[in-house]
């Protein structure tokens, strides 16, 4: 990465390509849209060596995405970590055995899974998602990691939402996150 491109930069720079989608999927919510950012392979791959820099040297032995687009984050973060990649599904999709979390929504409820044999006791862990709201998911899944013995090193998060106040869901665990609204 150039080193000359600050956070600061970088966060304006993918403020401008993400896309607000208002209404959806229900109505007063404004989506945040990552796609055109996937699809800007210079930004992209900015952005990637950029959380990748964050936690280069904390020891970081597995990257866990969430479901779905967590995914498209955390593997190449993983790669650029030289870190292995777990991860977390919805409830029935994972086909060894697993352990679950469930956790609330804005109605009802969800469950999210990992394989029981992901994370061995001791090892660091960092989650990767593209967006904290309510902080529910992202705290649900370090206490799936605490329940298997490994650490939270950190939770990466591409866009934080301030105003929902999901960083104090999080509690000590270290959380960066690039894109504030
Ligand atoms: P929460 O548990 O409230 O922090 O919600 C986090 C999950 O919902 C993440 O997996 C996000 O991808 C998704 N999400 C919540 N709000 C938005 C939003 N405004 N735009 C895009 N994704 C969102």
Known sequence: MNQAITAGDL??????IIRDVPDFPKKGIIF??????L????AFSEMIRHFAAQFKGAGITKVLGIEARG???????????????IPVRKKGKLPYK?????????YGTDTLEMHEDAVKAGEK??????????????AAVCALIEKLGGKVAGVAMMIELEFL??????????LYSLIKY
């Open 11 to 16: 966060e304006a720079r993918l403020k401008a």
């Open 32 to 37: 945040k849209d990552i796609t055109p950012l």
């Open 39 to 42: 699809a800007d392979p210079g």
């Open 71 to 85: 995914f498209l984050l955390a593997a190449p973060i993983a790669i650029e970590l030289g870190a292995g990649l």
């Open 98 to 106: 697993t352990v679950a979390a469930t956790y609330a929504l804005e």
């Open 125 to 138: 862990v960092l989650i990767v998602d593209d967006v904290l709201a309510t902080g529910g998911t992202a």
């Open 165 to 174: 106040k999901g960083r104090a869901k999080l509690g000590d665990r270290p």
